[in-house]
């Protein structure tokens, strides 16, 4: 036998893991003839450290996928709030005209946080098709792995896009509700 990929080792219960884990190395040792000093031709690794690292690499992972989501989130926040700004100087003469035959300053914040919602939601729901796309194009096609999707997920993803929506179009909301009708009709 020239070479040894990897060897398994599966420890009693009770025993202690790190005097079996250097008996182990010195055996190899040993073996290999190494010198005192010298660096080992070998790497032991046990289950515990190998957990560790995946759990460390999928903290890392999770980590990096909150903050581009976060930074997602954020960019279309502010572009639902340009959105709705345009909306608010483009329909100013309407939201005069509705203010001049009754309407409240709630009725016009209500409807115009009721669209940037809409909007969000409408987003978010594209946001998740796309993404669940091309998670089944990616790793159900190319890896050949199983892929399921989690209601759960798809629902906090919505329920984010439509607090993104109230957030983002507060602003602009409580701008429109402030108008003077006066004022706004005589807006061009």
């Given at each position: 036998?020239?070479?040894?990929?990897?060897?398994?080792?599966?420890?009693?219960?009770?025993?202690?893991?790190?005097?079996?884990?250097?008996?182990?190395?010195?055996?190899?040792?040993?073996?290999f003839k190494?010198?005192?000093?010298?660096?080992?031709?070998?790497?032991?690794?046990?289950?515990?450290?190998?957990?560790?690292?995946q759990e460390?690499?999928?903290?890392?992972?999770?980590?990096?996928?909150?903050?581009?989501?976060?930074?997602?989130?954020?960019?279309?926040?502010?572009?639902?709030?340009?959105?709705?700004?345009?909306?608010?100087?483009?329909?100013?003469?309407?939201?005069?005209?509705?203010?001049?035959?009754?309407?409240?300053?709630?009725?016009?914040?209500?409807?115009?946080?009721?669209e940037a919602?809409?909007?969000?939601?409408?987003?978010?729901?594209?946001?998740?098709?796309?993404?669940?796309?091309?998670?089944?194009?990616?790793?159900?096609?190319?890896?050949?792995?199983?892929?399921?999707?989690?209601?759960?997920?798809?629902?906090?993803?919505?329920?984010?896009?439509?607090?993104?929506?109230?957030?983002?179009?507060?602003?602009?909301?409580?701008?429109?509700?402030?108008?003077?009708?006066?004022?706004?009709?005589?807006?061009?």
């Amino acid at each position: 036998l020239k070479r040894v990929g990897s060897i398994s080792v599966k420890v009693r219960e009770g025993q202690d893991m790190g005097v079996v884990e250097e008996r182990i190395k010195e055996l190899l040792r040993q073996r290999f003839k190494v010198q005192p000093g010298s660096e080992d031709p070998f790497s032991v690794r046990n289950l515990t450290e190998m957990l560790r690292a995946q759990e460390e690499s999928s903290r890392v992972m999770t980590l990096l996928l909150a903050t581009v989501a976060g930074i997602s989130l954020v960019i279309g926040g502010i572009g639902i709030m340009n959105i709705m700004l345009v909306s608010v100087t483009e329909r100013t003469r309407e939201i005069g005209l509705r203010m001049a035959v009754g309407a409240r300053e709630r009725d016009i914040l209500v409807q115009f946080l009721i669209e940037a919602v809409t909007l969000s939601l409408a987003g978010g729901a594209v946001g998740v098709l796309l993404g669940a796309a091309a998670t089944w194009l990616m790793i159900g096609t190319l890896a050949d792995w199983q892929v399921s999707l989690s209601l759960g997920a798809v629902a906090l993803a919505v329920a984010f896009s439509g607090l993104v929506g109230v957030f983002f179009g507060y602003y602009p909301a409580r701008r429109a509700s402030q108008m003077l009708p006066i004022a706004a009709l005589r807006h061009e």
